[in-house]
């Protein structure tokens, strides 16, 4: 089953995307400049073979909901959302709004 449903995080919209897959959930979250994702994310690949693209993406594993991913620290960060100001260990709401240019409420 797929689900997608709208989220805000601080007032912004952002798209929630859970695919079910037998023994294990693919989860994202998204908006216009970019995305996070559960750990089925292959950020070495975005960073050396797609590097070109600017991918603004993160990782966060052992995440097995939505509410998790936005609460999970990220595990890894694409070179391009590192730019933007998102490092491992950030908070997944928070680099969500980093990716989309705000900084988040302290």
């Known amino acids: 089953m797929i689900e997608v449903q709208p989220i805000t995080i601080e007032g ?3 798209t929630a995307i859970t695919v079910k897959l037998p023994k294990t959930n693919f989860m994202a979250v998204t908006g216009a400049d970019g995305y996070i994702m ?3 994310l292959d950020v070495a690949l975005l960073n050396e073979k797609l590097k ?3 991918i603004l993406a993160g990782r ?3 995440v097995r909901t939505i509410d998790q991913l936005l609460a999970a620290p990220l595990e890894s960060v ?3 959302a590192e ?3 998102v490092k491992k260990g950030t908070i997944g ?3 969500m709004l980093l ?3 705000i900084t988040p409420d302290e």
């Open 12 to 14: 912004i919209g952002f």
């Open 38 to 40: 559960c750990g089925a």
């Open 52 to 54: 070109d693209r600017g």
């Open 60 to 62: 966060a594993v052992g």
């Open 78 to 80: 694409t070179l391009a």
């Open 83 to 85: 730019e933007k100001g």
């Open 93 to 95: 709401k928070d680099a």
């Open 99 to 101: 990716l989309h240019g």
